[in-house]
């Protein structure tokens, strides 16, 4: 498992999922499926406990985020939910088909009767703008405009942008943890939607280029079309008009049906007032070519380019993209399970002595360190120096065992110091587990609320013969929460002990430790 921390992780977007909608079920406090602290702490201890030590972040939080979802839907709850953005199903090809239509009857609105304009403004002016936006986007991509991840935003690409963010996931909000994740999702994908965007305009605009293609086509069927220009600007400069023929059709070679430029004279009879009274007309057809080659060339083939380059960063998003982890939910997730992925399961011995009460909590401690299998509770007669210890559990890690030390009792060293020492001995020996005490002050400051020396002063007493024993002591108080913060503290504590694989002895930190949970 990696220690040192990281802001974010690579993962596929399959897996982004799946931990996301986990955390929305933590984080959304939903009341049907009761998710409780003690839930959490199961779910790391068992992913830690399947994936292992040197699991990575994003296999642990994966295998966590289905030990969630497996616990809700064993409550009722239903974890099968759909990432698909609804609107970009049905309204990229809408959109694309539009552009199609569009295209188509774009070039007729500038074109006389029987015409066909060289200096029609939609062909020329789809030119352009594809050649502005290609100058605009080089930009965006080498820093000029914009930063980050809006440098490529455009005023149309933006407003699109903003409409399909806003509308892909707002049909498909719920109550509940559902509407939690929806609305983290949406923000986790929108670099993908903005992708989405960006690939649906490049085959808008390629679809748009084809619609002028194809009305140019259907032109040379059934109807005979002359070639000409007009314009009121340039209608008494032929030399102007020459010039942007030579520098726009003319970078097509004249090969095979393909003419060669005209001449000025040529020019001048080609104005669309004059073409009537010519005895043979110019031919459109070789002029519908160069339009044709001039059309896939600065539009089609690009756009097509871009809408690959875009289908590959979307594919690659899916398959690789990145997850900040810097929320605290990520980082006590992997602090605790770096702890629970060496730990084993737990041992508590308590004294054959019947106390109800300790039985009650001996449960709930249990229930806080993972599943039934991980823990287990064990009694001993502690007046009984013949007594069979409990074996050590057994397992792939070494287990922790806790005495379980009463706060009711008088510390004495005859019983309780021999008994401590003969569960060191079997428990220590050759490093089988790691061994500590728990002492249980609930039931004695219950009956001493209103006596807080003489709480102190017993649990003194306590720490002093732990002190002695050189043993490791935590301290239950009177809550619940007591209880969680207790297996908190004694997970961090023997995590580093049994990766080191160090004999356990009560350090200076250690009892530093120990003054600091009083």
Not at 377 to 403: H, M, Q, W, Y
Request: with cysteine; aromatic share 10%.
């Amino acid at each position: 498992m990696a220690k040192s921390k990281r802001t974010s992780v690579r993962l596929t977007l399959q897996q982004a999922k799946l931990i996301l909608l986990a955390k929305a079920i933590e984080e959304s406090n939903d009341a049907h499926i009761k998710w409780t602290s003690a839930d959490a702490e199961a779910a790391s201890l068992r992913a830690a406990h399947t994936v292992g030590e040197s699991a990575d972040a994003v296999k642990l939080l994966t295998e966590r985020a289905k030990v969630v979802l497996r616990t809700a839907s064993e409550r009722g709850a239903s974890t099968t939910i759909s990432t698909k953005a609804r609107l970009p199903q049905f309204f990229s090809p809408l959109f694309v088909l539009l552009a199609f239509v569009l295209g188509a009857l774009t070039d007729r609105i500038a074109s006389p009767e029987y015409i066909v304009n060289l200096l029609s403004p939609p062909y020329w002016g789809v030119i352009l703008w594809n050649l502005v936006v290609y100058i605009a986007l080089f930009c965006c991509a080498i820093g000029l405009v914009g930063t980050g991840t809006n440098r490529f935003a455009l005023p149309l690409r933006s407003s699109l942008n903003a409409f399909v963010q806003k509308t892909s996931y707002g049909t498909l909000r719920r109550s509940g943890f559902k509407s939690h994740f929806y609305s983290e999702w949406s923000s986790f994908v929108a670099p993908l939607i903005r992708m989405n965007v960006a690939r649906t305009l490049h085959f808008a605009a390629l679809f748009f280029a084809l619609g002028i293609i194809v009305s140019l086509l259907v032109r040379g069927f059934g109807t005979s079309y002359w070639a000409g220009w007009e314009s009121t600007w340039l209608a008494e400069s032929p030399e102007s008009v020459k010039a942007f023929i030579d520098y726009t059709y003319g970078l097509i070679p004249a090969v095979g049906p393909l003419p060669p430029m005209p001449d000025l004279a040529q020019i001048v009879e080609m104005r669309a007032d004059r073409l009537p009274y010519l005895e043979t007309p110019v031919s459109a057809a070789p002029w519908l070519i160069r339009m044709m080659i001039l059309m896939g060339v600065v539009v089609i083939v690009p756009r097509l380019i871009f809408a690959c380059f875009d289908t590959w960063r979307m594919n690659r998003f899916k398959a690789q993209t990145s997850l900040s982890i810097e929320s605290s939910y990520f980082e006590n997730i992997l602090v605790q399970c770096a702890q629970d992925a060496v730990l084993g399961n737990l041992l508590i011995v308590t004294s054959s002595v019947n106390r109800p009460l300790r039985d009650q909590t001996t449960s709930v401690l249990c229930k806080h360190w993972g599943s039934a299998e991980d823990s287990v509770v064990k009694t001993i007669d502690f007046d009984d120096e013949e007594a069979n210890v409990p074996a050590v559990p057994s397992g792939p890690r070494k287990p922790i065992v806790l005495v379980w030390l009463d706060g009711i009792e008088t510390p004495e060293e005859e019983v309780h110091g021999a008994v401590i020492e003969r569960l060191r001995h079997a428990y220590e020996s050759e490093g089988a587990a790691v061994f500590a005490a728990l002492l249980d002050m609930k039931e004695f400051a219950q009956r001493f609320s209103s006596m807080p020396i003489r709480i102190k002063e017993r649990q003194e007493a306590w720490e002093a013969l732990s002190n002695a024993h050189q043993l490791k002591l935590f301290v239950l108080r009177d809550s619940s929460e007591s209880q969680l913060e207790a297996i908190k503290t004694i997970r961090a504590w023997a995590a580093p002990r049994i990766s080191s694989d160090q004999n356990i002895s009560v350090t200076d930190t250690d009892k530093k430790e120990m003054n600091n949970e009083q």
